[in-house]
């Protein structure tokens, strides 16, 4: 197993793509701690790792909040002594135009999508820095980096966990890297309700022809990379914004 005796923190763990990274890190051998605001997801993913041999705890927590990830900084520390892999996945989303965009709305998914994943690195950082060594894994979105119209405010805060992955890679090299998954279309809960639309409107074989795949993603799709980037597999990359999306890109 890639992860044996490694430590492993997902935010956003109970449900989609942060549940499957959970999943996946657990079965290369990492102990995981998962974060998120309701607990019942958050024990169905430590229930899962349990029952195929792994090891997993959960702590249902608000990644904006100071005090709740110091505490589980806290808890990961007493309970093992070290943090080698951290997965930065919690976010929102939402499709808006930029004139119908509120001031609320912007600061809302500021919090969220990018406030919360320096704060979260910020209170890891000197966990992970105890044991010389470790991976920074940042979920973005493939619009951080390409851009796309009624999503300016969600482009912005994406684009922005782009570039804090670049500059903070560059500042706290070698030991620990910094890379940025840039996924597309992947079916989550978050996703759902627009996957439900395309459906009933008859448009999601015309989505699904979009990918040279031809197909949209799922969480699982996303699990080879996280994998990867969490492995000595990438020991020598850092800084890499990776884009997993069924090939889609190739048409921009």
Avoid at 44 to 72: M, N, P, S, W
Avoid at 167 to 176: N, Q, R, T, V, Y
Avoid at 224 to 229: A, L
Wanted: hydrophobic share 40%; aromatic share 8%.
């Amino acid at each position: 197993m890639k992860l044996e005796g490694k430590v492993a923190f997902v935010t956003g763990g109970g449900t989609g793509i942060g549940k499957s990274a959970a999943i996946a890190l657990a079965k290369e051998g990492a102990k995981v701690m998962v974060m998120g605001r309701r607990p019942d997801p958050l024990q169905e993913t430590v229930k899962e790792i349990e029952a195929a041999g792994g090891t997993a705890r959960y702590f249902a927590g608000d990644v904006t909040e100071q005090a709740d990830l110091e505490q589980i900084r806290d808890i990961i520390d007493r309970e093992w002594g070290r943090l080698d892999i951290m997965v930065n996945n919690a976010g929102s989303g939402m499709r808006k135009a930029f004139m119908d965009t509120t001031l609320d709305e912007l600061d809302y998914l500021y919090k969220i999508d990018l406030r919360s994943v320096f704060a979260v690195t910020q209170v890891m950082l000197p966990l992970m820095q105890k044991n010389e060594g470790g991976s920074i894994i940042n979920v973005s979105s493939i619009l951080g980096v390409f851009g796309g119209k009624y999503s300016t405010a969600y482009c912005a805060m994406k684009g922005g966990v782009v570039q804090f992955t670049r500059a903070l890679a560059s500042e706290i090299g070698p030991s620990i890297r910094v890379n940025c998954l840039c996924p597309s279309h992947i079916i989550t809960p978050m996703m759902q309700p627009e996957i439900d639309r395309l459906e009933a409107a008859g448009k999601m074989d015309k989505l699904n022809r979009l990918f040279p795949m031809k197909r949209v993603g799922y969480p699982e799709d996303m699990d080879g990379s996280i994998i990867f980037f969490a492995s000595d597999d990438s020991r020598w990359l850092t800084g890499n914004i990776f884009i997993i999306d069924g090939g889609m890109s190739c048409y921009v």
